[in-house]
């Protein structure tokens, strides 16, 4: 109830509403990132961690999995639950935990083989959608093909108006 109300009186929070709206894997994508690093301009270093922390315990869609997981073979604590007691501490059976544990490393590598297939179904599934949309051009000897000049090639006496194209050849 803490989170709501501080949530709801936090004006921020109002501001930026459409933001948390968003599925997890939206708000801690590289962009999301990007822009919360370029928006603390002299604080970034202080928020390093944060970010980590969120990258590393937020499920990617291209694994399945977290990053952290994926490393350490069990998902991670947060912070939360170390300071504030909580059933997953009060029950906390130390024998129980060690055989869990094992049990969880043993199914680690198992975890990284599903999470490296479906990551290669994800690279499938974009190669797909990408070749629906390109336009196949064959091109044979005598064609006239424009070639697009780099920035370092254009003449630097012809200023912003230089073409962007050479050719044809």
Same mark, same amino acid.
């Given at each position: 109830m803490d989170c709501i109300t501080k949530v709801k009186t936090c004006d921020k929070c109002q501001k930026h509403a459409a933001i948390s709206t968003r599925p997890a894997e939206a708000l801690?994508?590289?962009?999301a990132i990007k822009k919360k690093l370029s928006n603390a301009k002299g604080e970034w270093a202080e928020l390093i961690p944060e970010v980590l922390w969120s990258y590393n315990t937020t499920i990617q869609t291209t694994t399945g999995e977290t990053p952290f997981k994926l490393v350490y073979g069990s998902e991670a604590l947060i912070p939360v639950e170390v300071g504030v007691p909580t059933l997953r501490a009060d029950l906390y059976d130390e024998q129980h935990n060690i055989n869990a544990r094992n049990a969880e490393l043993d199914l680690t590598e198992k975890n990284r083989e599903i999470a490296a297939i479906k990551q290669r179904a994800q690279k499938q599934l974009a190669e797909r959608r990408h070749n629906k949309k390109v336009v196949p051009r064959t091109f044979e000897e005598g064609?006239?093909?424009? $070639? !697009?000049?780099?920035?370092? $090639? !254009?003449?630097?006496?012809?200023?912003?108006?230089?073409?962007?194209?050479?050719?044809?050849?």
């Open positions: 801690h994508s590289m962009e064609d006239l093909v424009l $070639r !697009r000049i780099e920035e370092a $090639r !254009r003449p630097p006496s012809h200023g912003k108006f230089a073409a962007n194209w050479e050719g044809p050849f």
